[in-house]
T-cell receptor
Framework: GAVVSQHPSWVICKSGTSVKIECRSL??????MFWYRQFPKQSLMLMAT?????????EQGVEKDKFLINHASLTLSTLTVTSAHPEDSSFYIC??????????????FGPGTRLTVL | DAKTTQPTSMDCAEGRAANLPCNHS???????VYWYRQIHSQGPQYIIH???NNETNEMASLIITEDRKSSTLILPHATLRDTAVYYC????????????FGTGTRLTVIP
């Protein structure tokens, strides 16, 4: 149980285009999902917290107009990288917290999406 | 949120126990210690978590000192597939219950 999927697993796009990444909790409901970014040889950096039915909360330094997050259902959150540029190339990872759990409930991570912007 | 300190890297012989230390000297009373690992180019995998008692599951054991200022993750019989970066995380209590990842320990299991 507790499987989180991401789609696509990798994507290559041209500079200036937008890319949408989906994060799904497959066997549980998640009121809260998190989006992380990881550059090569670095640790995961939290970008934003996505709450079902409300606006996402962005970490300091993350442009909310560039990284659009939508959490339309209890099993799906999407991250759209708008007008992507080469510096946005990174490994994007989502995680989800089971709605049935308490405040200390475990987060489960997706397999990640590798974005390369040419 | 409490910070954690881990060694940058460790080696372990295949079949032996891998003991990964973590210091979290500023941990507060209600903060849990979580361990995740990340195999290259994959998302992090949950391993175990605990508050103050030692914990064991099918993957590992977690030993937390009595003063809770440090802990050790134990992989009892390391295999080559355990080669990964291991993250010790103290759960943030400031609101969003998210996880802040440090630099972790790169464990290399040697044949």
């Amino acid at each position: 149980g507790a499987v989180v999927s991401q789609h696509p697993s990798w994507v290559i796009c041209k500079s200036g285009t937008s890319v949408k990444i989906e994060c799904r909790s497959l066997d549980f409901q998640a009121t809260t999902m998190f989006w992380y970014r990881q550059f090569p040889k670095q640790s995961l950096m939290l970008m934003a917290t996505s709450n079902e039915g409300s606006k996402a909360t962005y970490e300091q330094g993350v442009e909310k107009d560039k990284f659009l997050i939508n959490h339309a259902s209890l099993t799906l959150s999407t991250l759209t990288v708008t007008s992507a540029h080469p510096e946005d190339s990174s490994f994007y990872i989502c995680s989800a917290r089971d709605v049935a759990g308490g405040p200390w409930d475990t987060q489960y991570f997706g397999p990640g999406t590798r974005l390369t912007v040419l | 949120d409490a910070k954690t300190t881990q060694p940058t890297s460790m080696d372990c012989a295949e079949g032996r126990a891998a003991n990964l230390p973590c210091n979290h000297s500023t941990i507060s009373g209600n903060e849990y210690v979580y361990w995740y690992r990340q195999i290259h180019s994959q998302g992090p995998q949950y391993i175990i978590h605990g508050l103050k008692n030692n914990e064991t599951n099918e993957m590992a054991s977690l030993i937390i000192t009595e003063d809770r200022k440090s802990s050790t993750l134990i992989l009892p019989h390391a295999t080559l597939r355990d080669t990964a970066v291991y993250y010790c995380i103290v759960r943030d209590q400031t609101g969003a219950n998210n996880l802040f990842f440090g630099t972790g320990t790169r464990l290399t299991v040697i044949p």
